[in-house]
């Protein structure tokens, strides 16, 4: 069974920085294109950022545009999203999620796989 694992959530204070990962098994790393979405209480589930199968091709929602930064590791089956600059409208649950897409699909219906999330939390 596939299996997305997030870690590295936590609370920070507004201008901080924080590292999410997310380690993927059974299933074939490098075939899948790789993206981050958040949901916050009472919101819709947004885009964050996605990746291609080697990590060639990057896509970035306008709202962290300059801020997060998404990366893969195919050697180590995981998935980063660098996260600098946090702002308290970025407060959400952040889960990654796998398409058999190559390129680095935005839309959530594009994903087979998601992770259970982890929880970000930005003070201000």
């Known amino acids: 069974q596939v299996q997305l694992v997030e870690s590295g959530g936590g609370l920070v204070q507004a201008g901080g920085s924080l590292r999410l990962s997310c380690a993927a098994s059974k299933l074939t790393f490098s075939n899948y294109a790789m993206g981050w979405f958040r949901q916050a209480p009472g919101k819709e589930r947004e885009f964050v950022a996605s990746?291609?199968?080697?990590?060639?091709?990057?896509k970035n929602a306008d709202s962290v545009k300059g801020r997060f930064t998404i990366s893969r590791d195919n050697a180590k089956n995981t998935v980063y999203l660098q996260m600098n600059s946090l702002k308290p409208e970025d407060t959400a649950v952040y889960h990654c999620a796998a398409s058999r897409f190559y390129d680095a699909p935005v839309r959530p219906d594009s994903y087979d796989y998601w992770g259970r999330g982890t929880q970000v939390t930005v003070s201000s």
């Open positions: 990746i291609s199968w080697r990590g060639d091709y990057t």
